[in-house]
């Protein structure tokens, strides 16, 4: 179970997160959604320290973390029991998709190498890629870097998965084969942190919808709930807002 | 105007001139060797922005790129006995005054070489995304361990084309160490002219040394860009 | 030896005397080695037949050779040449009436056009090709072009390193003090001929060339920044 409460973050005199809390249960699957500045990719990235939260709290597995002032083992022991896949796919760009994917198993895992290539492949033909096992991020096109981004967060056999709008920086007719390959790690009961824009994908995904503006949570529920039911004044604007974008797409 | 340049001269001097061409290189690998260990550590504490420590490092850098080198390297000839002259002298009973000349030329090129080696190398960091490494420690690694096995070698690739320029540029600079009397091609084309009476001809023998080599260390230098290119692509 | 801090003031002010002359001879080799940059860098870009063959071959050979060297090699030609040559072409010119600063100028001019064409034609490559076809669509000739629309755009990508050149050349004007041109670094030794006693003049050189290197960037990033306007996007 992974657990944050309070957590704070300003950039100058920006306040971008305003108490935000959320519970997530193992194998559970949250979607965060929210316009653009509500503060869910800062949320998203202060559980990995990508950012440092000016405070809050962290309980990771039952371990209480103190979020700012967390130290550099506490930090490294998140990151190794978790994993991120970035909006602009964020593939070492100096190895190949099969090094990107042995990278953690080798440098972090201390797995052996044959044993980290094994596992590595496997991962890569799971995401249907491996035929592009020895092509570089540079010769891959943004789906294919996106499901290699997901095969290195899935090898490591984290406890939780962070998706930071993974399908964003795509060309459009590339967002299915990724969001695909997303739902097949659901299905294999990771627990999962996603933020996105893609409302019919959150719906057939998520267990629990989390709904933030203006760094603070709105409204959380099922998805039937927040979709269907929406209580709160700013959820409904939201949503019509967004379903009217999507019929334009239409 | 024959009587000016005499080819036989001209073949008789590459024989005596090119054995001297080892000073030179000899000057180029010890201050690109040093310098580019210096300048390692130079770039990784500019980036660290440990202040006081910072503000010293951009004086020095701006003094070592704003000043001339031929300056520079009097300097060094100059000021360095008469620091460290008596510290030498009761520590290890060595006389500064009597020290080769290319040692102190050569300390001059390092401490150049670091900061312009610094500086490339800093840029280069700088060029990595941010977002590398995050990458890097989202899949768990330490920061040195993301800085030697993503940052670093995506680093040194941005670097390779300006270590080439900067080396060569190194040699060429190697043409002015003769002024403090130290004993290269030039120094040797100089004599030699004294001794007969003809000058012409060592120099452009060192002319066409300096070309001949700038030539090959630039080929050289494409080529590694060239295989780092296919490896990649 | 102890540093004298009166030699040092001395030698200082004789650096700054001979200033404007340093100057100046940055001056002259900079103007003269744009001009023949662009137009070498232009004549590589447009492929101009044989003399784009020429020139690119010339600078990959002549950017082999060191100033220094070729600072020799010129002023070492000239004293040995020069009284032949003026005979045969009846020129009533002494040797000692000719200035040698025109040796010192040959020599870095032709090492930084050398620099400066492979600049520019660097700039003329970023320029994207539409800008060229998009100037020739609305009848401008090549050099209306290129004046109006392509320099311009070139301009900013440059200027960084022009800079870097120019604090190069400044610095390699202290070479021409090896063939006896009274320059910063000769002018504050001059003191020291009677003290014997040379750091403090080498120091004060030093000083100078870093004054004039931290105006001359300053005033660079000033002008980068006033020719860099049109690309600031509003956002």
Redesign the interface.
């Known amino acids: 179970m992974i657990e944050l409460r309070n957590v704070k973050k300003k950039f100058g005199n920006n306040e971008v997160l305003h108490d935000v809390s959320l519970k997530v249960n193992d194998g559970e699957v949250v979607v965060l959604l929210g316009p653009s500045g509500s503060g869910k990719t800062t949320f998203l990235r202060c559980i990995?320290?990508?950012e440092r939260a000016d405070s809050g709290k962290l309980n990771f597995e039952g371990k209480e973390i103190d979020l700012k002032k967390a130290r550099k083992k506490q930090i490294?022991e998140i990151?190794?029991n978790?994993?991120?896949v970035?909006q602009?796919y964020?593939?070492?760009?100096?190895k190949t998709a099969l090094q990107n994917v042995m990278?953690?198993l080798t440098?972090?895992?201390k797995k052996s190498k044959e044993e980290a290539r094994k596992i590595a492949l496997d991962t890569l033909d799971w995401v249907g890629l491996k035929d592009k096992a020895d092509f570089?991020p540079?010769?891959l096109s943004g789906g294919q870097q996106q499901r290699v981004g997901i095969a290195?967060a899935v090898a490591?056999n984290p406890k939780v998965i962070?998706f930071d709008e993974p399908t964003s920086a795509l060309d459009p007719e590339l967002v299915g084969e990724t969001l695909a390959v997303i739902k097949k790690v659901a299905k294999k009961g990771i627990t999962m942190i996603i933020v996105t824009h893609e409302m019919s994908f959150a719906q057939d995904v998520a267990d629990k919808v989390v709904f933030m503006d203006g760094g603070v949570v709105v409204e959380e529920g099922s998805p039937d709930e927040v979709f269907y039911k929406p209580k709160e004044e700013r959820t409904k604007k939201f949503l019509a807002r967004i379903l009217h974008q999507d019929m334009y797409y239409i | 105007m024959g009587s000016y340049f005499s080819s036989e001269r001209f073949l008789e001097r590459i024989g005596q001139i090119l054995p001297y061409l080892v000073v030179n290189l000899k000057m180029v690998f010890w201050s690109m060797l040093f310098g580019t260990i210096l300048a390692i550590g130079l770039a990784i504490l500019r980036l660290k922005k440990i202040p006081v420590i910072e503000q010293i490092l951009v004086v020095f850098i701006s003094y070592m790129r704003g000043t001339p080198l031929l300056v520079q390297m009097c300097i060094a000839y100059y000021g360095i006995p008469i620091v460290f002259g008596n510290l030498f002298m009761s520590l290890f009973g060595i006389n500064l005054n009597r020290l080769d000349s290319i040692i102190f030329v050569s300390i001059a090129f390092i401490l150049n070489e670091t900061a312009f080696l610094g500086e490339i190398f800093r840029s280069s960091i700088l060029a990595v995304p941010v977002v590398q490494t995050e990458a890097g420690l989202t899949v768990g690694m330490t920061r040195l361990q993301t800085l030697f096995r993503i940052v670093l070698p995506q680093a040194i690739h941005v670097a390779i084309p300006h270590y080439g320029v900067d080396l060569i540029g190194v040699f060429h600079n190697t043409s002015i160490a003769f002024t403090l009397g130290v004993l290269e091609m030039m120094a040797r084309a100089k004599t030699l002219g004294q001794a007969s009476g003809h000058t012409i001809e060592g120099f452009v023998v060192v002319a066409i040394i300096y070309i001949i080599i700038s030539l090959i260390l630039k080929g050289l230098f494409c080529l590694l860009e060239k295989k780092l290119n296919t490896e990649r692509r | 030896m102890e540093f004298n801090y009166s030699y040092f003031v001395t030698s200082f002010k004789q650096a700054l005397l001979y200033t404007p002359v340093t100057l100046k001879i940055l001056f002259v080799t900079f103007t003269v080695s744009f001009v023949l940059g662009i137009l070498i860098g232009a004549i590589r870009f447009y492929k101009v037949p044989f003399l784009s063959k020429f020139f690119s071959a010339f600078v990959t050979v002549y950017m082999g050779i060191p100033i220094m060297v070729a600072l020799v090699l010129y002023n070492l030609v000239f004293l040995t040449c020069y009284t032949d040559f003026a005979n045969f072409f009846h020129i009533s010119k002494k040797i000692n009436e000719i200035d040698q600063i025109v040796i010192a100028y040959v020599a870095l001019i032709a090492s930084n056009t050398c620099s400066m064409s492979e600049i520019t034609r660097g700039g003329f490559r970023s320029v994207d090709k539409v800008q060229f076809e998009a100037g020739y669509t609305i009848g401008l000739t090549k050099f209306q072009t290129f004046r109006r629309i392509i320099f311009p755009q070139m301009l900013p990508v440059i200027s960084p390193g022009l800079l870097n050149l120019l604090i190069g050349m400044l610095k390699s004007t202290n070479l021409v003090s090896t063939i006896g041109i009274m320059e910063i670094m000769v002018a504050s030794l001059y003191p020291c001929q009677e003290t014997y006693s040379y750091l403090e003049g080498y120091l004060a050189a030093a000083l100078m060339y870093w004054i004039i290197g931290i105006a001359i960037e300053n005033l660079g990033h000033l002008v980068e920044h006033y020719s860099d306007k049109y690309r600031k996007k509003p956002i």
Request: hydrophobic fraction near 50%; glycine fraction near 8%.
């Open positions: 990995n320290f990508l490294l990151r190794r978790s994993a991120f970035f602009n964020g593939l070492f760009n100096n990278e953690g440098a972090v895992q570089f540079s010769q290195r490591l962070l």
